[in-house]
């Protein structure tokens, strides 16, 4: 009797703890904001802001949330003459969680394909920030034809050379991941800022993601292949390159502490450095009045 309760708990917990009650049909896309392009692996999730004029720059988000996190940045860089292309990573926003290992090849043929299909043929100025930052390396890396510059805000370097161990594990790493790691995202996304209490309204729209099935399974999936991007590697090729890098770090970052920083700095010491006060893991959408003028000026002088 005991484990046959404990079974059921066990199973419950599963079911309750599960967010993923909707499907991303044409109705939900149709309702969703933006634009969606078809690519090899699925539906993608965009939006494009101003014009060509001053080229076209290209953000790409965090680990687990989506292009929202732009919000504050795509305004007024596009208001420079720019055009500015946001996009949701698969698993991620309204993009569709395709039923594949997400991995550095995934995002990188995510990136290409988009550009492809948009006619995007110009070098383009690359912005990523935390593991954003390691898709736009590695696309710069293989791609440096096609990459004018390249800004990182944060990268994701360093955060995760091994899979913790409950997550590793097959059956088990997916129950726990299921129903005590990715639920508590919405909640923990808060450390991501110094002052999370000026930020009301991230959490609820971080959720919206939630509701479709597949998110868990892409965050757990990201997860397990984050020891094999070799995204240093990818990085010391970007530095053989003439791409012009330019660096942003919040001074008080917690997710991505500022000691990876220096291993960063290191491997591309031509890198322009800003450190931004009274900012954590995103200052973009924390500090975006000094964000902001640093990125337009850097693009501007290149």
């Known amino acids: 009797m005991i484990l046959v309760i404990s079974v059921f708990m066990l199973v419950m917990m599963f079911v309750m703890r599960n967010d993923e009650h909707k499907d991303l049909t044409d109705a939900e896309r149709k309702a969703a904001p933006g634009s969606f392009a078809r690519l090899s692996n699925g539906f993608v999730r965009y939006d494009v802001s101003g014009d060509a004029t001053g080229g076209t720059v290209v953000l790409v988000h965090g680990f687990s949330t989506y292009s929202f996190t732009w919000d504050k940045t795509v305004r007024m860089v596009a208001a420079s003459g720019r055009r500015v292309l946001r996009y949701d990573l698969y698993g991620r926003g309204y993009s569709n969680r395709p039923e594949t290992e997400y991995t550095k090849d995934l995002f990188d043929r995510q ?40 800004t990182l805000i944060g990268p994701a370097f360093y955060y995760l050379e091994r899979v913790p161990r ?52 892409a965050i757990l999936s990201t997860i397990r292949n984050f020891p094999t991007w070799n995204a240093v590697s990818d990085l010391e090729n970007v530095e053989r390159t003439a791409i012009p890098v330019l660096l942003i770090w919040g001074m008080d970052d917690k997710t991505i502490p500022l000691s990876l920083c220096d291993r960063v700095r290191t491997i591309i010491p031509r890198a322009e450095f800003h450190l931004i006060d009274d900012a954590a893991h995103m200052p973009h959408y924390e500090r975006p009045d000094v964000v902001n003028p640093i990125i337009l000026d850097f693009l501007k002088r290149r």
Do not use: C, W
């Open 111 to 150: 990136l290409l394909e988009l550009l492809d299909e948009l006619g995007v043929s110009e070098p383009i100025d690359l912005v990523g920030n935390s593991m954003g930052g390691l898709v736009a390396t590695t696309f710069a890396a293989r791609h440096p034809e096609r990459v004018r510059t390249l």
């Open 166 to 217: 409950p997550l590793g594990v097959p059956f088990i790493g997916l129950y726990v991941g299921r129903v005590f790691s990715v639920p508590l995202l919405a909640r923990t996304q808060t450390r991501d800022f110094k002052y999370p209490e000026r930020h009301h309204g991230y959490d609820k729209k971080y959720r919206a993601q939630m509701q479709y099935k597949g998110f868990a399974r």
